[in-house]
């Protein structure tokens, strides 16, 4: 048995007992306003307040996902009615979630492998790929990453090692486009404060590989 309360939990009841087995609470200080169990995959799921959506295992006593569903203008208006989860249900592995206004299809992907490329020391504020194209070769490709640490890395896209990497020498950070991605354009432009540079190929970035053409 699952049951959710105003003091901001969600309780799971052994029902032969009566005894609470397990509580979850919300870590935004709201009170849980959906809930859903997913029979196929043994998983709990949750809505609140502010629009945040949560899968648990309940066996392992684990969230597994935390993701705020929203609309930006409900978010920017801090409108509770606007983001409160009405209700919560699966069917073909979809989640479909309803509120005031609205009513979404989610998809819901699992078991997806993924690896993590280490680097950086700063939060990565946009990515690029560069995709080999006409007579190029695989070897052009690349994964390019820009972070506050005043860096832009690329990136090997099949094992995400290392190729090369760009110091930013003003103290500003590397620029990017304005939808927050690098720009896509072969050989790939990096925005800097004064001029646009435009690097050829993984090498670093210098007289031999660049041109410089004002804004």
Same mark, same amino acid.
């Given at each position: 048995?699952?049951?959710?309360?105003?003091?901001?939990?969600?309780?799971?009841?052994?029902?032969?007992?009566?005894? *609470?087995? @397990? !509580? /979850?609470?919300?870590?935004?200080?709201?009170?849980?306003?959906? #809930?859903?169990?997913? &029979? %196929?995959?043994?998983?709990?799921?949750?809505?609140?307040?502010?629009?945040?959506?949560?899968?648990?295992?309940?066996?392992?006593?684990?969230?597994?996902?935390?993701?705020?569903?929203?609309?930006?203008?409900?978010?920017?208006?801090?409108?509770? *009615?606007? @983001? !409160? /989860?009405?209700?919560?249900?699966?069917?073909?592995?979809?989640? #479909?979630?309803?509120? &005031? %206004?609205?009513?979404?299809?989610?998809?819901?992907?699992?078991?997806?492998?993924?690896?993590?490329?280490?680097?950086?020391?700063?939060?990565?504020?946009?990515?690029?790929?560069?995709?080999?194209?006409?007579?190029?070769?695989?070897?052009?490709? *690349?994964?390019?990453?820009?972070?506050?640490?005043?860096?832009?890395?690329?990136?090997?896209?099949?094992?995400?090692?290392?190729?090369?990497?760009?110091?930013?020498?003003?103290?500003?950070?590397?620029?990017?486009?304005?939808?927050?991605?690098?720009?896509?354009?072969?050989?790939?432009?990096?925005?800097?404060?004064?001029?646009?540079?435009?690097?050829?190929?993984?090498?670093?970035?210098?007289?031999?590989?660049?041109?410089?053409?004002?804004?």
């Amino acid at each position: 048995l699952v049951s959710a309360s105003y003091d901001n939990t969600v309780r799971l009841f052994d029902t032969q007992t009566g005894t *609470a087995v @397990l !509580t /979850i609470e919300n870590m935004n200080k709201c009170r849980f306003s959906a #809930l859903c169990w997913d &029979a %196929a995959h043994q998983e709990l799921l949750l809505g609140d307040e502010v629009g945040f959506v949560y899968l648990w295992n309940i066996a392992a006593e684990k969230c597994l996902k935390c993701e705020r569903l929203h609309e930006a203008g409900a978010v920017a208006t801090n409108n509770r *009615a606007a @983001l !409160t /989860i009405r209700d919560l249900s699966v069917s073909n592995g979809e989640l #479909l979630v309803s509120r &005031a %206004a609205s009513c979404d299809y989610w998809l819901l992907v699992r078991d997806q492998k993924y690896s993590e490329a280490k680097g950086h020391t700063g939060a990565v504020i946009a990515l690029g790929v560069h995709e080999a194209k006409g007579e190029a070769s695989a070897e052009d490709e *690349a994964v390019y990453s820009a972070s506050l640490d005043n860096t832009i890395r690329a990136w090997n896209p099949y094992d995400m090692s290392s190729l090369s990497v760009l110091q930013h020498g003003r103290g500003r950070r590397p620029g990017y486009g304005r939808a927050g991605h690098l720009r896509r354009h072969p050989p790939l432009c990096l925005r800097t404060a004064a001029t646009w540079a435009l690097a050829q190929g993984h090498g670093s970035l210098g007289p031999a590989g660049a041109a410089l053409e004002p804004l």
